[in-house]
Nanobody, 126 residues
């Protein structure tokens, strides 16, 4: 049974940093593409970062490239999203997700994944 649970959200001032964590179980990072999505108030869901170890690919949306970093800790069955230089427009509920058959790319992130964790709210004040 695949499970994911995001945590680490909170309130931060613009320019600050947060690290989101996602505890996972029931699958191997070697076989699944993992990703972070977000949904801002009144906006569509946005795929912002993904990793596929099997394909050796990492992708970031233009909105977060250079500020956010996605990573994996295999030993802890955890994935992370380090968010630096946060902006008010980064305010959103953030979700971690995984899928065994998913292309980590701009086109791929337009689609949802098979497995989702409950979101964690990030609020960036100006």
């Amino acid at each position: 049974d695949v499970q994911l649970q995001a945590s680490g959200g909170g309130l931060v001032q613009a320019g600050g940093s947060l690290r989101l964590s996602c505890a996972t179980s029931g699958f191997s990072f070697d076989d699944y593409t993992i990703a972070w999505f977000r949904r801002a108030p009144g906006k569509e869901r946005e795929g912002i970062a993904c990793i596929s170890l099997s394909e050796g690919t990492t992708y970031y949306s233009d909105s977060v490239k250079g500020r956010f970093t996605i990573s994996i800790n295999n030993a802890k069955n955890a994935m992370y999203l380090q968010m630096n230089n946060l902006r008010p427009e980064d305010t959103a509920v953030y979700y971690c997700a995984s899928d065994p058959d998913y292309t980590c790319s701009y086109a791929g992130l337009l689609y949802g994944m098979d497995n989702w964790g409950k979101g964690t709210l990030v609020t960036v004040s100006s």
